[in-house]
């Protein structure tokens, strides 16, 4: 049987290896904590923050399709997003933000080391599900009984559409009953299980530390 170790530990290995592999430490822990800031981040500040050259962003870059650009090639958006999605982000004393997937509300919190007031709708009944996130626990949590759906992605070459695109939150187990019926390969989490998940793929990912329990 999977546990939420060995997934946290499969799904780490898979975005290590996705969207310019080698790259995560380097390149996607600092666009996070930049795009925290609330404005479009450029090539140019990325590379200041990383002690890389602009032609290594670039590069980078380029085998990220996922990465969102703005009018003036900025980068708007890579997990966490300036762009609306259902996932709304607001950090304490900063902006509203999004990100791409349910997960990464649960995510994000720990890697950012900030607190984070996250809305999204139940992707089966349109209730809306709110959480506070901090990086160590789960408050608040309406209802419930929420659940996160997770998949194991089938594609690392584009993490958002393999992965990103198919995890929802549920305001219950039985909201995502006729969802899971039509994916099969899917399952559902309690959203405070998701968000242990969440911390183990944060170690993993931040400090290159086996899931506990391993």
Same mark, same amino acid.
């Given at each position: ?7 946290? *530990?499969?799904?780490? =290995?898979?975005?290590? +290896? ?6 995560? /430490?380097? #390149? @996607?822990? !600092? ?44 980068i708007?958006?890579?997990g ?7 996932? *709304?982000?607001?950090? =304490?004393?900063?902006? +509203? ?6 997960? /990464?509300? #649960? @995510?994000? !919190? ?37 659940v ?32 899971l ?34």
């Amino acid at each position: 049987m999977t546990t939420e170790h060995d997934y946290a *530990r499969t799904l780490a =290995d898979t975005l290590e +290896r996705a969207e310019g592999a080698g790259s995560w /430490d380097w #390149l @996607f822990l !600092p666009l996070l904590r930049l795009l925290a800031n609330g404005e479009p981040v450029t090539v140019a500040e990325i590379a200041a923050a990383t002690g890389r050259t602009t032609a290594e962003v670039e590069q980078a870059l380029a085998a990220s399709p996922s990465i969102e650009r703005d009018e003036h090639d900025r980068i708007v958006g890579g997990g966490l997003t300036l762009r609306p999605t259902p996932h *709304r982000f607001e950090l =304490d004393d900063g902006p +509203r933000l999004y990100t791409w997937c349910a997960l /990464d509300t #649960l @995510f994000f !919190p720990a890697v950012l080391g900030r607190t984070a007031h996250v809305e999204s709708p139940c992707h089966g009944t349109g209730a809306p599900v709110r959480l506070t996130v901090t990086p160590t626990d789960v408050t608040g949590l309406d209802p419930t009984g929420a659940v996160v759906s997770l998949v194991t992605p089938d594609d690392a070459s584009h993490i958002r559409a393999s992965f990103c695109d198919q995890v929802h939150f549920f305001a219950s187990a039985d909201a995502a009953a006729p969802w899971l019926r039509d994916h099969p390969e899917a399952s559902v989490l309690p959203v405070p299980e998701a968000y242990d998940l969440g911390r183990e793929l944060a170690r993993h990912l931040q400090h290159g530390i086996p899931p506990s329990g391993c």
